[in-house]
């Protein structure tokens, strides 16, 4: 069965940091495309970043850049998010998402065809 499994979402206070995991069961992420996507309550999902299938080239939402990184560790079938100097903006449902032909750097999550169900990311005093 094939599934994204997201993990590490908490409540963390301003200026905190966090490392979102997210693990692929049942396919092999080394051909894929892979990207963080986010909703807040109200609003519509948003890309915040995305890494390459083939040199991995990172992209990131303007709003993020410099604050969060995206990795990948193919041996681990695993994508990560390390999120610091975290804002009460940044709170959302952080979303992982795959694809194999979607162009690098393409945040529109009507290109991914896998995702993963969702972790919670609450920043707040």
């Known amino acids: 069965q094939v599934r994204l499994v997201e993990s590490g979402g908490d409540l963390v206070q301003p200026g905190g940091s966090l490392r979102l995991s997210c693990v692929a069961y049942?396919?092999?992420?080394?051909?894929?495309?892979l990207a963080w996507f986010r909703q807040a309550p109200g609003k519509e999902r948003e890309g915040v970043s995305c890494?390459?299938?083939?040199?991995?080239?990172?992209y990131y939402l303007d709003s993020v850049k410099d604050r969060f990184t995206i990795s990948r560790d193919n041996a681990k079938n695993t994508v990560y998010l390390e999120m610091n100097s975290l804002k009460p903006e940044d709170t959302a449902v952080y979303y992982c998402?795959?694809?194999?032909?979607?162009?690098?750097?393409?945040?529109?999550?009507?290109?991914?065809?896998?995702w993963g169900q969702g972790t919670q990311v609450t920043v707040s005093s």
């Open positions: 049942g396919f092999t992420l080394d051909y894929y495309v």
């Open positions: 890494i390459s299938n083939s040199d991995d080239s990172t």
């Open positions: 998402a795959a694809d194999r032909w979607v162009v690098a750097g393409d945040l529109n999550p009507d290109e991914y065809d896998y």
